[in-house]
């Protein structure tokens, strides 16, 4: 009897994939693939190729141990189609196989070429998540709003995580977030970031191909600490639970300088592979409070992230549909500028985050949405090409997170569907949140003229020019009423300021 074929993706890295339940050792072939439409369709970083080649390979080898026959094909096979179609059709042709089935993708991109591809493939629901489709088209009908604090209620009701018995939330409030919001303390010696891995010989394999494969792309392979496996990924988030998620709800929101990891998690990266499943993170950060080791600001924040944030941001991408990474409400044209790929820019805070992702292929939410997002809003800057940049340089990036991230919540593209206002600011909230701004060539405290920090020339300059679309929205009403009673000349002065940057920027000049 000729099997089946069962497709595993470079991001369903689980024991538990709904493929893999529905197939047969003993007649299916597991079929995996490292190929350029994959790596190619944006310019990865090559330190998130780096991680899921040898996070492929490991759980490739993993497979096999249990008793699955693997067909692996490496990016320097010189009989690789590099395409998973193709992949798959080369497969069957050497197995007879006439139909494959696979867990659906995370990415519309990835579903239609499946879909469109020379061989049948059956594809199942991914349930590593703890909403599907159906129950979030469900929540969201009938609805005005999508609003993620209500969808995060309903998902704590159902997974039972820091509820009472008499269904009531732990310590009777739903929402720690006012507690989170902590600039970072004089001495963060503690932060001592994620547990870090020194490359064993499969990975220092893969290490060496993508070096020499995609070493002229943007970001940095040197010191690459990803665990590759999932008994590693188990390590790093036993290590983020009893170092830092004591200290993360205070502190999650603060930006260091030379610090790029303060008391985060860095486990999206695992999660999103599918080296790490949410039940066990929420409960592992459960848990820890409930033995009286992390504050319940910190635990209810972690967990919000993971069932809250992360849920209902897949559920949207799945909701809106195909076309959603293409909205652009807004009409925002500008080119992203080059100190996006170079970090030449005088704006220290867009500098070090800049930086540190070109180091790591990682950022902070809050480096991501109030840093380099924020400076993309106000300025301006073609959402699809912000989205562009985001999905390219960070590890964890992949559609159907980045997409509603970036389109949705930082560059406010979809109109609202994600967040009730655009999440704008001047340079205030970067001085409260960091140090950054005393390190910065401009100066937060000026307003107006030369060395005016450009968050707060273009943060007026952002409302001015949208008036007649947010003046309406409540939660805009203040900042309009603070424009209005400025005097008419400033106002002009702060205009003609933001045009001046936004000037340097169209021509290419340093700002």
């Known amino acids: 009897m000729v099997g089946r074929l069962i497709l595993v993706l470079g991001d369903q890295l689980s024991d538990d994939l709904s493929a893999l339940r529905e197939g047969s050792k003993d ?22 190729i780096a991680f899921l080649f040898a996070a492929m390979r490991k759980h490739a080898d993993h497979l096999r141990r249990e008793g699955w026959t693997v067909r692996y094909t490496t990016l320097d096979d010189p009989e690789n189609t590099h395409s998973i179609p193709g992949e798959l059709l080369r497969a069957a042709h050497a197995t007879g196989a006439t139909e494959a089935i696979g867990t659906e993708p995370g990415e519309f991109r990835l579903i239609s070429a499946l879909e469109d591809g020379p061989l049948p493939v059956h594809l199942f629901p991914d349930d590593r998540f703890l ?51 902590k600039p970072a303390p004089d001495d963060v010696s503690d932060a001592d970031g994620p547990l870090k891995f020194e490359p064993d010989e499969t990975t220092q394999a893969v290490l060496d191909l993508v070096r020499t494969t995609f070493g002229n792309r943007y970001g940095s392979l040197d010191g690459f600490w990803f665990a590759t496996d999932r008994p590693g990924a188990l390590k790093a988030l036993d290590h983020f639970v009893a170092r830092s998620l004591p200290k993360f ?13 303060l008391y985060h998690a860095i486990l999206s990266v695992y999660l999103n592979a599918g080296l790490l499943g949410w039940r066990e993170v929420c409960e592992a950060a459960e848990r820890a409070w409930k033995d009286g080791n992390v504050p319940i600001n910190a635990a209810e924040g972690f967990i919000r992230q993971i069932i809250g944030w992360r849920e209902y941001i897949r559920g949207v991408y799945f909701l809106e549909g195909p076309d959603y990474p293409q909205r652009n409400e807004l009409g925002h044209s500008r080119d992203l500028p080059d100190f996006y790929w170079t970090a030449e820019t005088d704006m220290h805070c867009v500098a070090e985050c800049v930086t540190a992702t070109m180091e790591e292929a990682y950022a902070h939410h809050i480096q991501r949405l109030m840093v380099t997002g924020n400076f993309g809003l106000l300025a301006g800057l073609d959402p699809q090409q912000v989205s562009e940049w985001y999905l390219i340089v960070y590890a964890d990036a992949y559609e159907w997170v980045e997409s509603p991230n970036v389109i949705g919540m930082s560059q406010f593209a979809d109109g609202g569907v994600v967040g009730s206002k655009p999440y704008v600011s001047g340079g205030n909230y970067i001085n409260r949140m960091s140090d950054y701004c005393k390190h910065c060539s401009y100066s937060v405290t000026k307003k107006t003229g030369d060395g005016a920090c450009p968050f707060n020339l273009l943060y007026w300059h952002f409302l001015d020019r949208h008036r007649d679309r947010f003046q309406s929205n409540p939660r805009m009403a203040q900042m309009y009423r603070t424009w209005d009673r400025m005097d008419e000349d400033r106002r002009r002065t702060v205009i003609a300021d933001g045009d001046r940057i936004l000037a340097r920027l169209d021509a290419g000049e340093r700002v």
């Open 27 to 48: 007649t299916d072939t597991v079929v995996m693939a490292e190929v350029r439409a994959e790596t190619d369709y944006v310019a990865h970083h090559p330190r998130k």
């Open 131 to 181: 909403c599907d489709h159906t129950t979030f088209e469900a929540w969201a009908g009938g609805r005005k709003e999508l609003r993620m604090e209500w969808f995060y209620r309903d998902m704590r009701r159902r997974t039972g995580l820091m509820m009472d018995a008499d269904g009531r939330p732990a310590g009777d409030k739903w929402n720690y977030d006012h507690d989170n919001r």
């Open 249 to 261: 709800g205070d502190f999650q929101d603060a930006m260091v300088t030379g610090a790029p990891f």
